[in-house]
């Protein structure tokens, strides 16, 4: 099974805390098998923009943040996937005229295109999934879903037992 994390599940990297998001989870599934860990490569430009507003505040030091992102490119048995090509790009200007952040649209179509299961607190992606998005989503993967982390650990937990 393929799992992308949203960007958000690496702000603790940069020591940036954020509600429900932690890497304790990558770490978790990390260590389990069949899953294989992905992230899109647009997280790291989220992690720099995140960590350049907290250096401006005093909140972070820039090692802070060139520290957590060396953390996640060097994280072993974690792959970036490539939201640059074109039916990402496709997908994600489709899904920009339901959905204000772009960003969030390339990791859910990178998500869609390469993955399993993108793992997400987003509560708005997740209900135009199951409305608006769910045949086109449907035709490109049928085994395509959000999970939220209770949702992923009960997953995994699943996976498990009929192993």
């Known amino acids: ?31 389990k098998k069949p899953f294989e860990l992905q992230f899109s490569s647009i997280t790291l430009f989220e992690l720099s923009t995140k960590g350049a507003k907290m250096i401006k505040a005093g909140k972070l030091t820039v090692n802070d943040v060139i520290d957590g992102i060396n953390a996640l490119t060097s994280w072993r048995n974690i792959s970036s996937i490539d939201p640059w090509n074109g039916e990402v790009q496709r997908l994600a200007f489709d899904f920009r005229y339901d959905h204000s952040d772009y960003i969030d649209c390339l990791v859910l179509a990178s998500a869609i295109i390469h993955a399993n299961v993108l793992v997400s607190e987003d509560i708005t992606l997740k209900k135009l999934l199951k409305t608006k998005w769910l045949n086109r989503v449907r035709e490109i993967n049928t085994e395509f879903e959000i999970l939220n982390t209770n949702e992923l650990e009960a997953k995994i937990n699943e996976v498990k037992e009929n192993s």
């Open 1 to 31: 099974m393929k799992i992308l994390f949203d960007s958000s599940y690496f702000f603790p990297l940069i020591k940036v805390k954020v509600e429900k998001s932690s890497p304790e989870i990558i770490s978790l599934i990390h260590q």
